[in-house]
Each structure stands twice: as structure tokens, then as C-alpha cells.
């Protein structure tokens, strides 16, 4: 079983998202794409 972990930081103007796991042999496709789509939400 993968689990990735989230921290969502919310500021008064700026939001920071972190993901992280703990096996790097784990990543899958979906993770670099739920990555992309936090990015294009933020910026």
C-alpha cells in the first residue's frame, strides 16, 4: 500500500501545498499528475 501525505498551508494571500511519502520507489503517474494540477490551480 502507497500512502502520500498532504500539508495545505493557507496565508492571507498565499497557499502551500506539500505531498510527500516515504517510499520514492512508489511514485505512479497519478502523483506527478496531481502535482501538475495543484500547480496550474496556484499559480
Known amino acids: ?8 498551508h493557507i ?3 498565499r497557499v502551500t501545498v ?3 511519502t516515504h517510499a520514492a ?3 505512479f503517474e497519478n502523483n506527478f499528475i496531481m ?3 495543484i500547480d496550474k490551480i496556484l499559480v
Do not use: G, P, Q, S
Request: overall charge negative.
Open 1 to 8: 500500500m502507497r500512502t502520500v501525505h498532504c500539508d495545505l
Open 25 to 27: 520507489i512508489d511514485l
Open 18 to 20: 506539500k505531498l510527500w
Open 11 to 13: 496565508y492571507f494571500e
Open 35 to 37: 502535482a501538475a494540477t
